[in-house]
C-alpha cells in the first residue's frame, strides 16, 4: 500500500516569495506540510541536503524539487512535470 506524500514548502518568516508561494498554493487546494528553516535547524539541513541551497522557498514532493523560486518559476518547472501536477492537482491555466 502506497502511503500519500504530502509536499513539504520550506519558508523562511517574513520571506515575501514564501509570502506568495503559500498563498498560491493555497488556492490550489494543495495540501502542504510547512517548515520554517529559521526556526529548526534540522529543518534547514534537510531542505540543503535535497536542493544544495538554502534559499526559499524550496519545494519538495517525492523527487521534485523546486528550490528559490517565484511561483512563475514554479510553474514553469512544474509544466516539464505534468504527472506531477495532476497529483499536486494544481490547475493548467494555459489551458
Known amino acids: 500500500m502506497s502511503k500519500r506524500t ?3 514548502l520550506y519558508i523562511k518568516d517574513g520571506c ?6 503559500l498563498s498560491f ?10 517548515r520554517d528553516v529559521n ?6 539541513d534537510a531542505m540543503v541536503s535535497v536542493s544544495g541551497q538554502t ?7 517525492e523527487d521534485f524539487v523546486v528550490a528559490d523560486f ?3 518559476e514554479f510553474l514553469a518547472e512544474l509544466s516539464e512535470f505534468p504527472e506531477v501536477r495532476q497529483k499536486l492537482g494544481i490547475s493548467d ?3
Open 16 to 21: 515575501p516569495w514564501c509570502r506568495e508561494a
Open 55 to 61: 534559499k526559499t522557498p524550496t519545494f519538495e514532493y
Open 6 to 8: 504530502i509536499p513539504i
Open 39 to 44: 526556526e529548526n535547524a534540522k529543518d534547514m
Open 70 to 72: 517565484d511561483v512563475d
Open 25 to 34: 498554493f493555497n488556492s490550489q487546494g494543495v495540501e502542504l506540510d510547512v
Open 93 to 95: 491555466e494555459e489551458n
